[in-house]
């Protein structure tokens, strides 16, 4: 597959680029897919919700009123479950959400989703580009020159550029990483892959070899 290269005023440069087959045209693992982005979403949370059992709450000790001849329901303390201001019953406890997944699992996932990327026509390439300071309307001119304003948006660089990042960051519809960086769930969750000329030379040269 061939795809032309953009020059950032949205018009072509009369130059294309090949998609290496191996990367954007394989078998897609649907099975895969699920288990990356299901490990991606566990391994953010945090798992520091805690909540305080019988034994850690104050108070109790002393039994509230004897055992019989009150008219209420025994009590043996106020630490109870039952009560206001009790301990909780099986509560979540901090824990570790972390999942690990074989790297060539990670590998079939994110070459299943770069190449749903390319099957359904959501991979826009564009010459390289920078910016000499931060500047967020400059970017989103770029968005918007190349149709790509009113679509959620993943830009991928061949390197870590921070003039760009800054200013990508404050626009809704666009994420900028670096394309080494991007997970199989960064991938799938936008509508459209724009890619530098960088950012795909970089992609063929790590996934090509693996």
């Known amino acids: 597959m061939k795809l032309d290269i953009y020059k950032i005023d949205g018009t072509l440069t009369g130059r294309q680029v090949e998609l290496n087959p191996k990367i954007f045209d394989i078998q897609p693992n649907d099975h895969a897919i ?41 009590v043996g303390s106020i630490r109870s479950p039952l009560w206001v201001g009790g301990g909780t019953v099986f509560g979540p406890k901090p824990r570790d959400y972390e999942m690990k997944l074989p790297k060539k699992v990670k590998l079939l996932a994110r070459l299943s989703a770069l190449t749903y990327k390319a099957k359904n026509n959501q991979i826009v390439v564009v010459e390289d580009f920078n910016f000499d300071q931060p500047k967020t309307k400059e970017m989103f001119n770029i968005i918007k020159s190349l149709n790509l304003s009113d679509k959620k948006t993943l830009l991928l660089t061949g390197s870590y550029n921070k003039n760009i990042y800054l200013s990508g960051r404050n626009i809704a519809t666009l994420n900028v990483l670096e394309a080494q960086k991007a997970s199989t769930y960064d991938i799938l969750n936008n509508k459209v892959l724009l890619l530098q000329e960088s950012a795909l030379n970089l992609i063929n040269q790590r996934f090509s070899h693996e």
């Open 34 to 74: 699920y288990l990356a982005v299901k490990a991606y979403l566990a391994n953010q949370r945090q798992g520091t919700a805690k909540t305080k059992e019988r034994s850690e709450v104050s108070g109790g000790g002393k039994k509230p009123w004897r055992q019989k001849g009150t008219g209420r329901a025994r």
